[in-house]
């Protein structure tokens, strides 16, 4: 079993810069792929970002590359989301996610997570 929670939300202008951050329970976190999701109101959970159980390969929505970047500490049973040149198009509550599967095509579906944190709003003004 795997507990997520995520912190580093809120209210940022457009340009502007967060940092989510997602904790994690248990001692098998460094088994776990992970990944971050968001939904916007209205809209299906679209994938974002997800990290290899290693942190050694990384994957990223069309819509955030080169402005995200997904990072994984196993020592601190922690993945991050680095969030540059945020638009209000950005603007959703971010969830992330553990997966024990692998493969850039499993880790970019939602289906394929097996726990998941509550969320975190992520708000851009114009």
């Known amino acids: 079993q795997v507990q997520l929670v995520e912190s580093g939300g809120g209210l940022v202008q457009a340009g502007g810069s967060l940092r989510l951050s997602c904790a994690a329970s248990g001692r098998t976190f460094s088994r776990y792929a992970m990944g971050w999701f968001r939904q916007a109101p209205g809209k299906e959970r679209e994938f974002v970002a997800a990290?290899?159980?290693?942190?050694?390969?990384?994957y990223y929505a069309d819509s955030v590359k080169g402005r995200f970047t997904i990072s994984k500490n196993n020592a601190k049973n922690t993945v991050y989301l680095q969030m540059n040149s945020l638009q209000p198009e950005d603007t959703a509550v971010y969830y992330c996610?553990?997966?024990?599967?692998?493969?850039?095509?499993?880790?970019?579906?939602?289906?394929?997570?097996?726990?998941w944190g509550q969320g975190t709003q992520v708000t851009v003004s114009s």
């Open positions: 996610a553990a997966t024990s599967s692998s493969g850039s095509y499993y880790l970019k579906e939602k289906r394929t997570y097996d726990y």
């Open positions: 990290i290899s159980w290693s942190g050694g390969s990384t």
